[in-house]
Structures are given as C-alpha cells and as structure tokens.
C-alpha cells in the first residue's frame, strides 16, 4: 500500500512541475469563456504631455527704458512646441538709444539708432522633466534681421592742432542728419532657461552671441549701433545680448509621452 502511494506521490510530482514550467505571465484560457487571461496585466496608464503656444514679453528692455533716458525698448518672445525636445521660437522687438562718443573729456558727436527687428529659429530643451512639468534648458540658434534708421543729432570736428580752442573741438556745420533705409542680419547662438512659477506662468532668461552676416550703412556714417545686435566694433563681428522674460503657456493640444525602453538586467551587467 506504501509503495502505490510513493507511485501516486511521484506520477503528482511531475504533472505539477510540467504545468509550472510556462512563466507566470503567459496566457491561460478561460475554462467558462475560453478567452485570453493575462496573469500579470501591463501598466495601461498612458502619459500625455502638453503642447502650444507660449508668449511673453522681455523684462529687461522695459526696465532699462525706465532708468536710462536715453533708451526706450520692447520685445515680445514666444515658442511653439513641435516635438517633446523641439522648439519653434521667435523674438519681435523695437528698440532706439542715444549714444554719445568722446575723446579724452571732450565730446566728438551723438548720434540716435532706431528700428525693429525679429528673430526666428528653434530651441532644443537639453532638461529631462518629471511627469507634469514643463520646465526646459536650451540649446538653440536664430536668424536675425533688422531695419533701422540712424540720426547725428550733433558733431565736434577732430583737430589735433588746437592753439586757438584748446578746450574744445570746432562744431560741425550740420546737425540732425538723418540716415534711413539701413538694415542688417546676423546669426545667434542662444542659451536659455524657463521655469515655471505658477500654473502655465513661466519666467526665463537667455544669453545671445550673434555674428553679423550682413550690414546695410551709409558711407558717410556707419552702422555703430544696431536694434536687436547692439553696438558693432571695429574689427569684429560679434555683439553679445541677452533678456529675462515672463510668458503665459496656452495649451492646445496633448501628445503621449514617449516611453524609455527597459534595459533587461542581463544587459545591464
């Protein structure tokens, strides 16, 4: 009697090992209805991402307007997400500054640049988010172009020898020469930061190094200063800018968010 139980005990055995033998996530059939059961469901949550439209003006130009007398300036900033990292971007601004130049303590000439300009080009945001947010660190460049007119509103005339005036230089005959019909592009390399402060609220700030492709000038004056460039120099075609601004997010539209693929763990040693 013993040994048909260690028979039975054995033939159990087996039967039991061999149905183990499929891993615990395969299918079974349902004995009722004969359908599919998956013993271990996937994740079914999917992750969806906002995308749109986010404009914005620049801080920096209306706070500079406001201490320097002799500036006034404004710029709107806006993005239009494409991609999870890829950004539409655009700058549309006015700016216009006095600037006075001099030799020594006495004054040479001042002269006033006005105009507009806009900037097109695309950010990559460099920032890996959490679900939910928005935050971005980019890497990006523009196009630029500007047209403007420039004004000498006075002059001095440059002579080394002055025996006669030796306090001053000799003023020039013509003032309030103006110079119109001006125009210039250049190229930026653009590194930023927005972070959101409140619900669909961000603020940001970015640093510009543009290079001068084309520069449009009067023979009689040359382009000294450029809406949207800054000042041009001698010798070099670089100019440095920057802004800080504040922009409202509208979102238009929800894309899945792009799932990282798992690294077995095999692969992983």
């Known amino acids: 009697m013993s040994r048909y139980f ?12 061999f149905g183990q033998d499929k891993p615990i996530d395969s299918q079974q059939k ?7 059961i998956d013993l271990q469901p996937k994740d079914t949550i999917e992750y969806k991402q906002e995308y749109g439209l986010r404009v914005g003006i620049d801080l920096n130009r209306p706070l500079l307007s406001f201490l320097d007398e ?5 710029e709107i ?3 239009y997400r494409l991609t999870e990292k890829m950004y539409l971007a655009a700058e549309l601004g006015n700016e216009e500054k006095t600037i006075f130049e001099d ?11 006005s105009g507009s300009y806009i900037k097109l080009g695309i950010d990559m945001n460099t920032y890996e988010n959490w679900y939910g947010m928005n935050n971005a660190i980019t890497v990006g460049g523009r196009y630029a172009f500007s047209t403007f007119s420039q004004t000498l509103n006075e002059y001095n005339i440059f002579n080394s020898n002055r025996f006669f005036n030796p306090g001053e230089f000799l003023v020039g005959a013509e003032e309030g020469e103006e110079f119109s019909g001006l125009s210039a592009s250049w190229l930026e390399f653009v590194l930023g930061l927005k972070a959101e402060l409140f619900a669909n609220i961000y603020v940001g700030m970015s640093a510009r190094l543009g290079f001068l492709i084309t ?4 023979e009689r004056f ?13 010798g070099s075609n670089f100019g440095v800018s920057y802004n800080y601004s ?21 692969e992983e040693e």
């Open 70 to 74: 002799d500036y006034t300036g404004f």
């Open 77 to 79: 900033v806006g993005d």
């Open 6 to 17: 260690t028979n039975l005990f054995v033939i159990f055995f087996c039967f039991s090992g």
């Open 222 to 234: 040359p382009n000294l200063w450029v809406p949207g460039f800054n000042r041009i120099t001698d």
């Open 30 to 36: 349902d004995t009722v209805e004969n359908k599919p």
């Open 246 to 266: 504040i922009s409202y997010f509208l979102p238009l539209y929800k894309k899945s968010k792009k799932k990282k693929k798992e690294v077995p763990e095999s």
């Open 215 to 218: 520069n449009t000038e009067e």
């Open 103 to 113: 030799v020594g303590n006495s004054p040479l000439y001042n002269y006033t640049s």
